[in-house]
């Protein structure tokens, strides 16, 4: 399924059923979704999974996936039904695997990363979810200097990248790796990330595919920082969600570049 740009898949057993509603209905809010003589409460997959809500361009109807899991009846708008196929799940690691709502991830025969969703835990997250913004949210939105965090398992690219950063008056956090940065990110969300790929426990790309899977930190620009300048290292940096790419050594000035560049969108975005 399709919502955005973004693909994801979803296991076959965890779906009730597909179904589809008219634009104007669905766009009021009113009411649900009947489906075999039960109600099904209306979600979005954008607003589940940190994204835009769904549009459907082109369709006259709305495709909805129907969800059933336990008490929980959800009926998930979605942009397109991709179709039904047999695909590998690869293993995701413990630390992403933890994430509510992430069942695994699959590579495409195109070689991009799919991650599988199993949406009755999003819905739950999302209705379990504060209707106003937390304390910690406000704090956030209101920090007048940006801060970056730096994720590296080697103490000399912590270092110099952070006198980097604090040279151009930027507030800096930092990680050994992705299961360490995980832990921050629960305390702080940062303005934008700088990963290295290659770490022990968690690396790169397993920490920004946990990112981007997360409503929390979904928003949040990703530098990749790394020795691996291979086209389909890149390639697959790109796919997760990964909006720069950047090789070891790097040139500070393209490196502040890039911050400044990314940190200007994110602004803007607010």
């Keep these: 399924m399709r919502i955005g740009e973004t693909t994801f898949a979803v296991p076959v057993g965890s779906v009730s059923g597909i179904g589809r ?39 006259a109807q ?36 933890s994430v509510p709502g992430i069942y695994g991830a699959t590579i495409t ?42 994720v590296d398992d080697s103490l000399t690219m912590r270092k110099v990248t952070s006198r980097v950063l604090e040279r151009h008056n930027l507030d800096v956090s930092t990680a050994r790796d992705g299961v360490e940065a995980l832990e921050l990110l629960e305390e702080r969300v940062p303005d934008l990330m700088l990963l290295d790929i290659e770490m022990p426990r968690m690396d790169g790309y397993e920490l920004a595919t946990a990112m981007r899977a997360d409503p929390r930190f979904r928003a949040v620009p990703i530098v ?21 790419y950047l090789g070891k050594p790097y040139q500070e000035l393209d490196l502040m570049r890039n911050v400044y560049d990314l940190l200007g969108i994110a602004r803007v975005r607010d």
């Design 62 to 97: 709305v495709p909805l996936l129907l969800v059933r899991a336990g008490d929980l009846r959800a009926a998930v708008a979605i942009d397109q039904v991709l179709g039904n196929r047999e695909i590998v799940v690869k293993p995701v690691g413990l630390q992403i695997a």
């Design 109 to 150: 025969g195109d070689g991009r990363v799919v991650v599988i969703l199993d949406v009755a835990p999003l819905v739950r997250r999302y209705l379990s979810q504060p209707a106003s913004p937390t304390l910690e949210t406000q704090t956030e939105a209101q920090r007048q200097v940006p801060l970056v965090m730096v």
């Design 224 to 244: 990749m920082i790394t020795s691996r300048s291979g086209e389909k290292h890149r390639q697959r940096a790109f796919e997760i969600g990964v909006q720069r």
């Design 21 to 59: 509603i008219s634009r104007t209905r669905y766009e009021s809010g009113e009411g649900g979704y009947h489906y075999a003589g039960e109600e099904y409460v209306l979600h979005d997959l954008g607003s589940l999974v940190g994204q835009a809500a769904a549009r459907a361009d082109g369709q």
